[in-house]
């Protein structure tokens, strides 16, 4: 259940397993159908219109303030997860029920950790993925919320342990409506954290950029970032040849693509990114996404582009501008290219820390402030020679990862054992 950058970790993980032999099914909402099957897997939607969702009044209301106010921003996402969680369940009651072992994302943790001990009379194989450290820790730089970033300290144990409480409250709802349709008792928090701990859990996510930290529990296995063998587009060569042209025809041009964040003013963001351009004296690449953002007008120097694979145009970029999400993150950290970070949401915030900490970025710029005053600058960062040479070494040495390879054959040992 998420965006793009939520699925094609999946359909790494799926061509994976379906190398070693399973027959892999991946739900995800409709749209990304071609990108499931693209890559050889079968796919299964889920009833329910994500980008829909996403662009109604409750899906922009919660996307469009949350990078000023993280409590208004889990209030939201409670509402949007209340509104779904009936659709949600009748999915997955019917999923569930087919399957030998269910691989789950955080949203849908908790409602498939119930069914799955409901299902043909015994226990059906549950793996829990996630590509975010989301363990109570008190190491900053393992934790998704941490108050001391840095620092290993019980600040940052104390706080990530609300975080995970407000996480709770915010999935919970699929849950507890199949919980009370199966006749099981309700769950508390430290029910689902015990859940949490005892369920064989996959950390989608490079080492090198998310440290392993000790007081993990022992359910965790870490493997590398999970990219598919090759996209769809690039694997086919068909790159749409007015992208391919642009790229060839000059200097590497500066990225700027907000994935599935919607924005209230997509003109206002574009000129901002123009207005840096002038200044940084660079060519740019706009990705429409969600946003829009290819609506507005641009100069020449400017273009824009609809879907476009990652793998093929971040090592032709001389610096990616986004919004954080984990895919992009892994995406152009894998292409040794330099970032500017634009937190919006959830996780988002992490990523844009975790970039300026390794040194391959900028410090994060807040959505609130993206203005050519802010951006200007953080651009001039990420541009530097210095941060230019440590995002290509980072990059070689993610490459050098088999994230997804790695993440099938725990999976392949852990059903093997089962079986």
């Known amino acids: 259940m998420g965006s793009r950058g939520d699925v094609q970790p999946f359909v790494a993980l799926g061509e994976s397993l379906h190398r070693l032999g399973y027959t892999v099914s991946l739900a995800a909402a409709d749209e990304f159908r071609d990108l499931v099957v693209g890559h050889g897997l079968r796919f299964e939607p889920l009833s329910f219109d994500l980008r829909g969702g996403i662009e109604s009044d409750i899906g922009r209301e ?9 409590v208004r921003e889990a209030r939201l996402m409670r509402t949007v997860m209340r509104h ?52 109570p820790t008190a190491f900053g730089a393992s934790s998704t919320f941490a108050l001391r970033p840095t620092a290993r300290s019980v600040l940052n ?14 999935v919970r709802s699929t849950g507890d409506l199949l919980r009370r349709r199966h006749g099981l008792p309700g769950r508390t928090m430290l029910g689902y954290a015990a859940a949490a701990r005892r ?13 392993p930290s000790p007081d993990w529990p022992s359910s965790i296995r870490q493997t590398g970032f999970w990219f598919p063998t090759a996209s769809d587009a690039s694997d086919a060569g068909v790159v ?16 700027l693509g907000f994935g599935s964040m919607p924005t209230g003013d997509p003109a206002g963001v574009v000129r901002t990114f123009v207005t840096a351009l002038r200044h940084a004296g660079r060519r740019g690449i706009v990705s429409s996404g969600w946003a829009d953002f290819g609506a ?18 971040f090592p032709r970029c001389a610096a990616v501008v986004h919004h954080g999400g984990a895919g992009t993150t892994a995406a152009a950290m894998r292409a040794g290219t330099p970032q500017v970070v634009v937190p919006h949401i959830a996780d988002q915030p992490y990523w844009g820390r975790r970039v300026a900490e390794l040194g391959v970025g900028s410090v994060p710029l807040a959505r609130k402030h993206f203005d050519p005053a802010r951006l200007g600058p953080v651009l001039k960062v990420a541009l530097a020679p210095t941060v230019m040479s440590t995002a290509r070494d980072l990059g070689a040495r ?16 852990l059903l093997s054992r089962a079986g």
Do not use: C, K
Request: no cysteine; aromatic share 8%; proline share 7%.
């Open 157 to 170: 144990l104390g706080w990530s342990w609300l975080a995970a409480q407000a996480a709770w409250s915010v």
């Open 240 to 255: 749409d040849p007015a992208l391919r042209a642009f790229v060839d025809d000059g200097s590497p041009p500066v990225y």
């Open 398 to 413: 993610i490459r050098d990862e088999h994230g997804a390879g790695d993440a099938a054959g725990l999976m392949h040992a």
């Open 199 to 211: 369920t064989p859990t996959l950390l989608a996510a490079s080492p090198l950029a998310v440290p």
């Open 296 to 313: 507005a007008p641009l100069p020449g120097d400017v273009l824009a582009v609809e879907t476009v694979p990652h793998d093929w145009l």
């Open 84 to 135: 779904v969680a009936s659709t949600l369940a009748d999915d997955l009651e019917r999923l569930v029920g087919l399957a030998d072992a269910v691989v789950s994302s955080a949203l849908t943790f908790d409602a498939v950790e119930t069914l799955a001990g409901t299902t043909r009379g015994q226990r059906t194989r549950h793996v829990y993925a996630t590509f975010q450290p989301v363990w």
């Open 62 to 70: 919660w996307l469009g303030g949350s990078s000023t106010n993280q």
